[in-house]
């Protein structure tokens, strides 16, 4: 629906012959807004558009139909650039334990994407179990048991242990012993003001050691996403992003914003609450959802 | 002199960015930006006006306008209405998912008893996992009373519950909590809609997240279409946030924003301040 008046006015605006000034300029305003609406950060926004301009100046736009064609290839191909262009598998060991740790903004559908991430690694094979390292928010350890006993997956948790750290190397250790080859570690949510849970994270992940730390991303974030992505790229070496609640009316501006303030690949969107909803990311369609 | 069309046009564009990228949403933007120039070309100035301090005081008007949409509401005054008619008042909260109304109902449930009103919850997200649980913990933390029925159980029942035992214990308050929900999702809304037609709410409350972009717009939108606001709560404002949001919501809904959020703990509930949002947005 929002691409369709980008398409639109690239439509009105490329409609006679070559276009002057002012249609250039015309076109920039349309594709701004869309992209601004779509929730790109600001300054990104402001510099896929910039390139635009730049590239359909430079090999100069055919004419007629062929013309808007080339103009919303050049938008996507810019805007792909930004996710890279191929797709960005979990990489899992083959040989030794994997250990993934989740993070986020407060309420972005970590715990969630705990349960859905533990039934897409078992589905290959894995023996996979969870941690709960979150002993602040009340009830988070009752609602990963639930969410991963329905596919039987173990949990663990100690929400009385004030100290994060501690859960975390026991819950680990524990389901090591038990032969699980495949440990997520949830996490509470913290934002980029809260710099005590800041610190905490960046304890729990040089004491664990995770081959993957991920940032859970709500999909509805607007233009505060790419600076809180950068904050917790600065406290610690984020992998990548999944990118949850595509499956509300926004357009996911803020989550590419926040893949690359964070410089990492997404490798998951969630569109749903259920377990299964759980896709691996293809940037072409993300793309195209993106700009309509 | 008139500002010219071509001077209006450049504030304009200034103005734009700035409230984008204080989180503004697009459509919202537009229309202060609409507003401002409509104004701005009505003033006439001398060249002993500081045309500086006009454009600020014109731009602040816009704001104001918008975030003051109708009556503020007084919740206090509210629930001793409701005492004096001897029925509780009843509230339900909605929103999409993960936004904090959970969390919201417990703030507001200290708020009412450090205001020595009495309240009770009704764990009206009968879906989530964890949920009923989670709400039971904030009663067991602030010795709340939490009427709850099984997970999968109809949550229309469970508000409906919770008023009779709010009505027969002479409970002045009853709060509705109900599952997170896209705005977008027709099946949702239309549960939605059943729990406030079984539970007809004295105020309905959309809980929005503050750092949410233009999915703020439609969220407003489909609530306020499809259930009615009578106020907003905007959580999250602690993860410094610019405060964009809390003029979309008021933009679209209309109504108030009656609370915001700024923490974790029970007592990070602030009342809605419109000078809180101005001082952020104007330079
Ligand atoms: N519609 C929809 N809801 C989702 C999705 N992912 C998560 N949710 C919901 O979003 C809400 C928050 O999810 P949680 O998993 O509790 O989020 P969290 O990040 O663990 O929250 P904290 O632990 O409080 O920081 C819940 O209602 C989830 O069911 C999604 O892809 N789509
Ligand atoms: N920093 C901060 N976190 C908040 C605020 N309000 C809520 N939260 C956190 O956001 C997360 C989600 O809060 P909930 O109360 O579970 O949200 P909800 O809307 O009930 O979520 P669902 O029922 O799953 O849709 C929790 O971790 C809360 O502690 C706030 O004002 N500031
Ligand atoms: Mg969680
Ligand atoms: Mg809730």
Redesign the interface.
Known sequence: KLGSALNTAISKILRGGPPDKEQIRELKNAML?AL????VQ?DLAAEVVNEVERKSMDKGLPDGLSRKKSVLSIIHDELSKFLGTRVYPLTLHPDRPTLIMLVG?????KT?TAAKLAKYIQKRGKKVAVVTVDN?????Y??????CSSIKVPVYGDPENKNAVKIATDGVKKFLDEKYNTIIIDTAGR????KALLKEMKELTDKIKPDEIILVV?G??????H??ASAFAEVTKVGSVIVT?M?????G??SLSAAVAANVPIKFLADG?DIDSLEEFNPTSFVGRLIG | TDFSIKSIAKVNKELKDILIKNEVAVKTTDEICKRFAKKLSKIEYTRFSNTRSIVLTTLREVLLEILTPSQSIDLIELVKIAKERKNPLVIAFFGVNGVGKTLSIAKIGKYLMDNGYSSVFAAGDTFRAGSIQQLQKHGDNLNIRVIAQNYGSDAAAVAYDAINHATSKGIDVVLIDTAGRMETNSNLMAELQKICKVSEPDLKFFVGDALTGNALISQAKLFNQKIGIDASILNKIDADVKGGAAVSVTHISEKPIIFLGVGQNYEDLESFSVEMILDNILP
Not at chain 1, 105 to 109: E, K, L, M, T
Not at chain 1, 191 to 194: A, I
């Open positions: 807004k601004l609406e779509a929730d600001f903004i407060q309420g972005s559908g969630t602040f928010r009340p009830g988070a009752e609602q990963l048991q639930q969410l934002h980029k003001e809260e709500d509805n974030l607007g233009q505060a996403a600076d809180q609640k499956d509300g009316s926004a357009k501006g803020g609450e």
